[in-house]
């Protein structure tokens, strides 16, 4: 860059940070940050979105902000790196470089930068770790058997390298947990308990491999039940928060009142409640082949992927026009509430009741579950 262009810059930076103090808004604190941004100072980009974003924790535009100068500060750290491993390859640096890789959300070259690891410095658990923890990371998102079966063996391949490794007897355990395969998860559980006896991480998972849902048959074929139903058999842990306990029949009980409230407005012809395999269901509904229910499981599916792929957030609601009027779809996690109503029937205040259905089951749900 020019002098002259330089010294401009800076002129307009000093003019911004000014504007700041006197009129903080998220556009004042963007264009500071774009500044910082063309003068390659990334870090003060990251640091004047914290600062805007504690004031305006709303601003869309301050998190892409955030989120475009980190990617940034990945890329050139990763510049960095590529530079050390040409010039003196090592274990560590490939793991440095795997982990950047990793932060990015760059899978492909997580595996590669791994493998090429795992080439070079067969011993060394480092690359192994990284890359079962970014299939790991896939198998959570996609609930994909062979992402998780990958990462079980490379978390298997860690701790016979580094029988020490608890972070990692941990994760394994965990995953195992999710699939049902309880009395696995307890072998590497009690090996991190004789190495950490008073880890309340690994008590917690201890309790959960105790009282959990146990599959029968081999890990592989819970792994494809897992793959096959959308869903894990153990659920996510509450670690040592109090849950409200309410009978399963109650919350049961809830929900189908609640679904029958929803059909009796005028206009709706037919309403459902899914969780995992199971469905509640009121109003015009045959049976389970119900082309409703088809769609429904199918939009709630595909828009849950879509937007993990995409990094937009999670879906939660969406309202589908055709011949048939209105279909209302509210989904959080394995949960999914929805309705078929005819047109002109209050859209948004329907989505809404169904927001309400799914939260208030899940609230009674966990309650139940414990």
Not at 223 to 245: C, L, W, Y
Request: include cysteine; hydrophobic fraction near 40%.
């Amino acid at each position: 860059m020019k002098l002259f262009q330089r010294l401009k810059i800076w002129k307009e930076l000093k003019r911004l940070e000014a504007k700041v103090h006197e009129n903080p808004s998220p556009s004042t604190y963007v264009d500071l940050g774009q500044v910082y941004l063309n003068m390659e100072m990334t870090d003060h980009t990251v640091r004047v979105a914290d600062e805007g974003l504690s004031l305006f924790p709303n601003s869309e535009e301050l998190r892409k902000l955030r989120k475009f100068a980190q990617k940034a500060q990945l890329n050139a750290k990763i510049k960095d790196l590529r530079v050390r491993l040409n010039k003196s390859a090592s274990p560590k640096i490939y793991k440095e470089l795997a982990d950047q890789y990793l932060e990015l959300g760059d899978f492909g070259a997580v595996q590669g930068i791994a493998e090429e690891c795992i080439r070079r410095f067969p011993e060394d658990a480092g690359a192994y770790f990284v890359l079962a923890k970014a299939r790991l990371t896939n198998f959570y998102r996609d609930m994909s058997s062979r992402d998780g079966l990958d990462a079980v063996r490379g978390l298997q391949r860690v701790v016979d390298l580094e029988r020490k490794n608890t972070k990692a007897l941990k994760m394994l355990a965990e995953v195992l947990i999710r699939v049902g395969a309880l009395d696995d998860a307890n072998e590497y559980l009690q090996r991190a308990k004789k190495l950490m006896p008073s880890d309340r991480e690994t008590e917690s998972l201890l309790r959960e491999a105790q009282n959990g849902k146990r599959m029968q048959g081999s890990i592989d074929s819970m792994f494809h039940h897992v793959e096959e139903r959308g869903t894990m058999v153990n659920a996510s842990i509450a670690a040592d928060k109090p849950q409200p306990r309410v009978a399963a029949e109650e919350a049961i009980g809830t929900v189908r009142d609640y679904l029958a409230q929803l059909v009796e407005v005028d206009g709706v012809i037919k309403a459902c409640y899914i969780k995992g395999s199971k469905a509640m269901v009121k109003g015009d509904i045959r049976d389970g082949n119900d082309g409703f229910l088809r769609v429904v499981r199918v939009v709630a599916k595909a828009a849950q992927r879509v937007s993990r792929r995409m990094d937009i957030g999670n879906f939660s609601k969406a309202s589908i026009d055709g011949e048939f009027g209105h279909i209302c779809v509210c989904s959080f996690g394995d949960v999914v509430a929805a309705l078929q109503c005819e047109f002109g029937t209050p859209v948004d205040r329907l989505l809404a009741d169904l927001q309400e259905l799914v939260a208030g089951s899940l609230y009674m749900s966990r309650g139940a579950e414990r």
